[in-house]
């Protein structure tokens, strides 16, 4: 059974930093994407950052390139987002996902399988 559990989120002021963690279980396949969506009060939920297992090749949104940096432990199937310089438009609710049997670079688009529960960052002005 696949399990995405996220973790990490919190309330930071601007110019802060949070890192986002996605515990992952249930793999059956060593080329995957990973990627972090987000999804704020009233708005659609959009992709932040992707990163694929093997050939990672990140990919990130416009809006956090330069601020943002996703990263990999192969060892535990975990998948980190770093997030610096914070503004309060980060201000929404995280979520890690992963497609299987998926080729690089990875898409930022809506198209993943598995989903994590969701974890809250809130960053003050």
């Known amino acids: 059974q696949v399990q995405l559990v996220g973790s990490g989120g919190g309330s930071v002021e601007a110019g802060g930093s949070l890192r986002l963690s996605c515990a992952a279980s249930?793999?059956?396949?060593?080329?995957?994407?990973m990627a972090w969506f987000r999804q704020a009060a009233g708005k659609e939920r959009g992709g932040v950052a992707t990163i694929h297992t093997v050939g990672r090749s990140p990919t990130y949104a416009d809006s956090v390139k330069g601020r943002f940096t996703i990263s990999l432990d192969n060892a535990d199937n975990s998948v980190y987002l770093q997030m610096n310089s914070l503004k309060p438009e980060d201000t929404a609710m995280y979520y890690c996902a992963a497609r299987f049997s998926m080729g690089w670079p990875c898409p930022i688009t809506d198209e993943y399988k598995q989903w994590g529960q969701g974890t809250q960052v809130t960053v003050s002005s």
């Open positions: 249930g793999f059956t396949s060593g080329s995957n994407c």
